[in-house]
């Protein structure tokens, strides 16, 4: 692999769902953890199979060379009456990844999504749109949690997401305007942008210096056609393998790369593919992205 000014890490998601439960369930975290070693890279997030026992998973880690770069925290701070106790458990994760010697925080707004909302019904269709003084608040909540981040030393990069009240570049903009930029960070997420109807080059240049971090995701076209045609909601998406790995699906990563390099990008970038690993291997997978960045290197050396 040609020489990167910025780190490379590849996230469990590959191996094991977070939001299909189904996906990957009898994968271990001994098989996750050796296999990203192989591949040599050196960054993960927590996943649920990993171990909760700090010691342990310290442990288990320095053993392979990987460090835990961040880990997924879920908030619902667009809701007043949630926000106290929100921000109390944000302190707790915060607390955690800096005892992994995690840099940031993978931070997205559940309140109004179908799938992370825990106000939300099982007979509901729509993602719940915020009003004026739900963004307010979710800004107000974003900035006091930014600030506990900043406190130990890290920053909250927020995860625009399918399936949430963030998910647009409308949306994306919206957020930045609103939030501290010396607290509130953006989890530039190249899968996610292209899902919520953005191109990933744009918002990347227009937010740059807002991005601490990153995930590289591509997407499978003619199956996120057939699930706007449908209708489907966004775990039905994943079920029908709408997410994969870079070089695999219809996003151009060459400009993307290219502009990461021109900017002398320097956190970390995660590999993330979000498929089932039964018929999409995830170390395979994850191998082929990583010669297909290669191959991108090369033409960018010449």
């Known amino acids: 692999m040609e020489e990167l000014p910025f780190k490379l890490g590849i996230h469990p998601i590959n191996w094991v769902g977070e939001d299909v439960k189904e996906h990957g369930a009898d994968t271990s975290f001994e098989q996750i953890v050796d296999e990203i070693q192989k591949l040599g890279l050196t960054g993960t997030e927590m996943g649920r199979k990993y171990p909760t026992d700090i010691n ?143 191109d990933p080059l744009t918002v990347l240049r227009k937010h740059y210096n807002r991005i601490a971090y990153i995930h590289l995701k591509d997407i499978r076209q003619d199956v996120l056609d057939e699930a706007r045609a449908e209708q489907v909601d966004f775990v039905t998406c994943i079920r029908k393998g709408v997410f994969t790995v870079p070089g695999d699906g219809c996003l151009d990563f060459a400009p993307i790369f290219k502009e990461l390099l021109d900017r002398d990008y320097r956190g970390w970038a995660m590999l993330e593919g979000e498929q089932d690993p039964a018929t999409h291997n995830a170390y395979e997978y994850a191998s082929n992205a990583l010669n297909y960045i290669h191959s991108l290197l090369i033409k960018e050396s010449r």
């Not at 106290?84 to 458990?89: D, K, R, V, Y």
């Not at 106000?119 to 107000?140: F, I, M, Y």
């Not at 998910?167 to 994306?172: C, D």
């Open 56 to 198: 342990v998973l310290k442990k288990e880690l320095a053993d392979r060379g990987i460090s835990l770069v961040s880990q997924w925290k879920s908030v619902l701070f667009s809701d007043p009456a949630y926000r106290e106790e929100e921000l109390e458990a944000y302190r707790k994760h915060v607390q955690f990844l800096k005892e992994m010697g995690s840099t940031v925080i993978s931070t997205a707004e559940v309140g109004g999504s179908l799938h992370f909302d825990p106000r939300r019904t099982p007979n509901e269709k729509e993602v719940l749109r915020l009003d004026e003084a739900g963004w307010q608040s979710l800004a107000e909540g974003l900035n006091r949690a930014g600030a506990i981040a900043a406190e130990h030393g890290l920053k909250l990069t927020y995860h625009h997401h399918g399936g949430t009240v963030v998910e647009s570049p409308e949306e994306i903009d919206r957020l930045m305007e609103l939030t501290d930029p010396s607290l509130v960070y953006l989890l530039f997420d190249t899968g996610h942008t292209y899902y919520g109807g953005g």
